[in-house]
């Protein structure tokens, strides 16, 4: 890269937060979909007069948008969507991630120094005083809870059909459901098969979600269970009797001694027998550079805003903690997707 390009470059660093609330806003004022939907392009004051926003407001916004290259002029000073507006304007992940990053993270990222500097997510105090996001979540307000669930439940509902499959491969009667959440893989094991039981392990606000969402349901509601744990308590204890042990994107909300801690919990009670999965949107094993620019992107949110001290993992580094809490790695599965999951199927030695 030249000098001269390599400034360039530099600057859409500096100014990367203008560029980003400019697309935002673009999205949410209707000037996205405006364009999107005309053929011909918009001039300036068609936008304005269609969306009631002053010409002002309208033109400093697609000079940007022009200069990112989201949009672009044509003759007329008519302007229409670039393939990069047309992503924002379409992709699902694209929009999911727009809205995480705005509603969820981004005033709590100007506090990444300090916790990069204390492995304390001290951008969380924009909600509110708890040592982790999980803690607090149900109280936050509505519009940062949907983000956050619309982002959760993006990178990991559409995995669960091909998961199903695996997990029952050896009919399993009784699932532990570790890290629960809302109920989603409760909900969906249980229709998928009548005779299996899932206990939910999970903190109070998530149990609180996922009863709400399960109740609902009459035919699986009897099969469900709901189990209180902190998993950073030293003397918290995950029982034994399960078939299979299921954690799905779940290891991430910790850091490498923590995975390990969880794991040694497991392997405690649960018979040798058993199966523990665990599915993960790993960095090195992505199709898609826009899916492992995602993840990455990602690890900081953990860092300023989740708990201060765990990330998205590559395969390689989870392996590494599996092997050194004493459990093998025996089949591993590569599920299709716009973001690539990979289940890890592991053993007590």
């Known amino acids: 890269m030249k000098a001269i390009r390599a400034l360039y470059e530099a600057q859409k660093v500096a100014f990367g937060p203008f560029v980003f609330q400019t697309a935002h806003t673009m999205l949410e004022l209707g000037i996205i979909n405006l364009l999107h939907k005309g053929e011909k392009g918009q001039t300036i004051e068609e936008i304005s007069d269609e969306l009631k926003v002053s010409k002002y407001g309208v033109l400093v916004l697609m000079e940007m948008a022009e200069i990112a290259e989201i949009v672009e002029k044509q003759e007329g000073n008519r302007y229409r969507l670039t393939k990069i507006g047309y992503f924002i304007a379409r992709d699902e992940m694209t929009q999911i991630n ?3 990053t705005q509603d969820v993270c981004y005033q709590g990222l100007f506090f990444l120094k300090e916790s990069i500097l204390t492995g304390k997510p001290v951008g969380l105090k924009v909600f509110g005083d708890w040592k982790t996001l999980y803690e607090g979540l149900s109280s936050f307000p509505d519009h940062v809870k949907k983000a956050w669930f619309d982002f959760d439940h993006y990178y990991s509902d559409n995995s669960f059909d091909d998961a199903l499959g ?18 989603k893989w409760a909900i969906a094991s249980t ?15 998530q149990l609180k979600l996922a009863k709400q969402n399960i109740e609902k349901i009459d035919s699986i509601k009897d099969r469900v269970s709901y189990n209180q744990i902190d998993m950073l308590d030293p003397d918290s204890e995950i029982p034994g009797g399960a078939d299979v042990y299921w954690m799905s994107q779940f290891l991430d909300c910790f850091s490498e001694a923590e995975i390990e801690s969880i794991l040694l919990k497991i392997k ?8 523990i999965y665990i599915m993960e949107t790993f960095i090195d094993n992505q199709k898609f550079p826009a899916a492992t620019y995602s993840l990455v992107a990602t690890s ?16 390689t580094a989870m392996k590494y903690i599996i092997e050194k809490a004493g459990f093998k790695c025996v089949n591993e599965y590569h599920l299709h997707g716009e973001s690539f999951h990979t289940i890890l199927e592991i053993k007590i030695l």
Request: a positive charge.
């Open 98 to 100: 727009i809205k995480f």
């Open 300 to 315: 900081l949110y953990f860092t300023t805003m989740a708990n201060g001290n765990s990330k998205m993992y590559t395969s």
């Open 191 to 205: 229709k998928y098969n009548e005779e299996v039981r899932v206990d939910i392990f999970d903190l109070p606000g």
């Open 166 to 183: 695996i997990i029952f491969k050896n009919a399993p009667k009784k699932i532990f459901d570790i890290g629960g959440n809302t109920g």
């Open 268 to 275: 405690k009670n649960a018979s040798k027998e058993a199966s």
